[in-house]
């Protein structure tokens, strides 16, 4: 049974930071592309950053600077380190477990963790 599960997050003041973190179980950590996507109520689901199973990274131009995707292979655990947080970061973030297209750009594939809201407020 595959399972992406999600911890971290939470309220943080403007400026703040927080770190996610998304433990996979039941697939073959290391070969997958790990993506974090956030969303707000009435919008589609965004990919913020991704990591591939070569440990590239690619970021949305929103937070480009600011968050940071790692992964820990050993521990089968993908992070979202997001410093100087602003207001508009607020949402809802999930971690996905999916491929890399010919292109190289993150494909979202099944199987995604609970998700974990993040609310930037003063």
């Known amino acids: 049974q595959v399972q992406l599960v999600q911890s971290g997050g939470g309220l943080v003041q403007p400026g703040g930071s927080l770190r996610l973190s998304c433990a996979a179980s039941?697939?073959?950590?290391?070969?997958?592309?790990m993506g974090w996507y956030r969303q707000t109520p009435g919008k589609q689901r965004e990919l913020v950053a991704y990591?591939?199973?070569?440990?590239?990274?690619n970021y949305a131009d929103s937070v480009k600077g600011r968050f940071t995707i790692s992964r820990d292979n050993a521990k089968n655990t993908v992070y979202l380190q997001m410093n100087s947080l602003l207001p508009e970061d607020t949402a809802a973030y999930y971690c996905?477990?999916?491929?890399?297209?010919?292109?190289?750009?993150?494909?979202?594939?099944?199987?995604w963790g609970q998700g974990t809201q993040v609310t930037v407020s003063s």
């Open positions: 990591i591939t199973h070569r440990e590239g990274t």
């Open positions: 039941g697939i073959i950590f290391r070969v997958y592309s």
């Open positions: 996905n477990a999916g491929q890399q297209d010919s292109g190289g750009l993150h494909i979202a594939g099944p199987y």
